[in-house]
């Protein structure tokens, strides 16, 4: 039996479903659209005009692992906190992407590395936007710097984005954080939402920290001394006033689970914003900015799927692939090329290197 097949796990959502496109495009009958709702894989099936196959599957009560025995790769697109399924890929000598943007997930994948390279299987993490191209950036503003390296981030989303459930749920949750970033060489604690930078990102705004898991990546992977990540909307009203009530302390509100419900509605029902979105690394000394880079476009979520789609394509085709935990920014091994290919197929983004 072949092990060709591509396994997209929540393969009918946001972004999922943009994975799915890209790459039965590419590889016409290798991809299965895997997820709880068999109506929903069959809808999608129905658009993609049945050039993938479906499958009914709950990753919290997996039964049976047989769809493991023909797979090469499998595309994760919600999060699973416990990494079970990624145990699995392992092994079954699975290749494994995971999409998602919380450190406490990537923390847990983190931790089977030595399965992995025990396997020769890839897991391959922080694709999509923040964490994805912000790590691309980061890595190449930094890479010629060779001592004293200190870096900003700076993503900016759009309102109007049509979010998956998760994405809104995420962000909610991390309005009213407390977390540990990189400063000086030494772990400092900061709240998020607070300490506002002004940059220059489709205009001049303020942008406020938050707790991306780029940040945490970089640190150890591209080695550096000082890293923050900062976000803003863009609708600067919203973001004036989230911050404003993060020093109030009513962002911990937005961590309830009926006041999501509403504000997912809300959201949903009245858009306050468009689908644009935008990334900006600084790499900078005690006396300024010594190099920036950045990336903007629209569809936040195309963009995450094209990233993870590209990846996967790299890492089906490629002969001898870099195995073990890799995050895009140690699996990438040249950024402007990597970014050039990404335009190939949306050339409406905009990158300034």
């Known amino acids: 039996m072949a092990k060709d097949k591509i396994v997209i796990v929540g393969g009918y959502g946001a972004v999922g479903s943009s994975v799915a496109k890209w790459l039965s495009a590419w590889y016409p009958g290798r991809v299965v659209v895997a997820g709880r709702s068999l109506q929903k894989a069959k809808n999608l099936q129905e658009k993609l005009e049945h050039t993938v196959d479906i499958l009914q599957l709950d990753i919290d009560h997996i039964q049976n692992v047989s769809f493991l025995a023909d797979a090469a790769l499998l595309i994760m697109c919600i999060d699973q906190p416990s990494g079970a399924l990624a145990e699995l890929c392992i092994d079954k000598g699975v290749h494994y ?25 890839t897991l391959l993490l922080s694709v999509g936007l923040a964490p994805g191209l912000t790590n691309l950036l980061g890595k190449w503003v930094t890479q010629s710097i060779p001592d004293q390296k200190m870096l ?33 060489g030494k772990g400092q604690q900061v709240k998020s939402f607070t300490q506002p930078l002004t940059t220059d990102l489709l205009g001049k705004r303020k942008f406020y920290l938050f707790n991306f898991s780029d940040q945490h990546i970089l640190a150890r992977t591209q080695n550096l001394d000082s890293i923050s990540t900062r976000m ?13 009530m993060r020093k109030l302390g009513f962002t911990r509100l937005m961590r309830l689970a009926w006041v999501q419900r509403i504000m997912i509605k809300l959201f949903r029902k009245v858009k306050m914003g468009t689908d644009v979105f935008a990334v900006k690394a600084q790499s900078y000394h005690s006396h300024g900015v010594l190099k920036e880079a950045s990336i903007s476009g629209y569809g936040e979520g195309a963009v995450t799927a094209l990233v993870a789609a590209l990846l996967a394509k790299d890492l089906l085709d490629k002969q001898t692939p870099l195995l073990g935990v890799q995050h895009i920014d140690t699996y990438v091994e040249d950024v402007p090329e990597f970014l050039s290919e990404l335009r190939k197929y949306n050339p409406q983004l905009q990158v300034k290197l």
């Open 152 to 184: 900003q981030l700076f993503v900016l989303l759009g309102l109007g984005e049509d979010h998956g459930e998760q994405a809104f749920q995420w962000t909610f949750d991390n309005l009213h954080q407390e977390y540990t970033i990189q400063d000086q």
């Open 97 to 121: 992407i995971d999409i998602s943007a919380t450190p406490a997930v990537l923390h847990r994948l983190e931790s089977l590395q030595d399965k992995a390279l025990a396997q020769k299987v």
């Open 232 to 244: 803003a909307f863009d609708h600067k009203g919203i973001t004036a006033l989230i911050a404003g």
